[in-house]
């Protein structure tokens, strides 16, 4: 194994490269973000199934959930599940390209990466106006 040490003592160098060393990348962007939405659509799944029991259990506490729902806390929360549900997707279809063999040069990673998070929020922009316009 190399050894850290120089002749004339420790080197100050870090051992393996880190944050401080790496510069944020679109796809390292990206990359994080998705896990970070996986995440956060395994909790947004519980608040459906909340929602859901409530419909089962009957119309009063279906009533207090949706008004927890619609309330702009509530809204909100939502609006970042249907961020978070588009930008998994985008990234899902990316790694399938990916998977295919395809755009794998530097450049199709970038346009790839920036195109999953450009569509994901031109998505939830589209379906959150659609949704206060007709409600």
């Given at each position: 194994m190399s050894d850290a040490r120089t002749a004339q003592g420790t080197d100050n160098r870090p051992?393996?490269?880190?944050?401080?060393?790496?510069?944020p990348l679109?796809?390292?962007v990206m990359s994080i973000l998705h896990?970070?939405?996986?995440?956060?659509?395994?909790?947004?799944?519980?608040?459906?199934?909340?929602?859901l029991v409530a419909a089962s259990i009957g119309p009063e506490y279906?009533?207090?959930v949706n008004g927890i729902f619609g309330s702009l806390l509530g809204k909100i929360v939502l609006f970042g599940f249907t961020?978070?549900?588009?930008h998994h997707?985008?990234?899902?279809?990316?790694?399938?390209?990916?998977?295919?063999?395809?755009?794998l040069d530097i450049q199709s990673v970038k346009t790839l990466s920036k195109m999953s998070g450009i569509i994901s929020v031109a998505a939830t922009l589209l379906i959150w106006g659609a949704v206060l316009l007709t409600g």
């Open positions: 051992l393996s490269p880190h944050l401080q060393i790496y510069r679109i796809n390292m896990r970070m939405t996986g995440a956060a659509l395994y909790l947004g799944s519980l608040l459906l199934a909340w929602w279906f009533a207090f961020w978070s549900l588009l997707m985008m990234g899902g279809i990316r790694h399938f390209i990916w998977d295919t063999g395809r755009g």
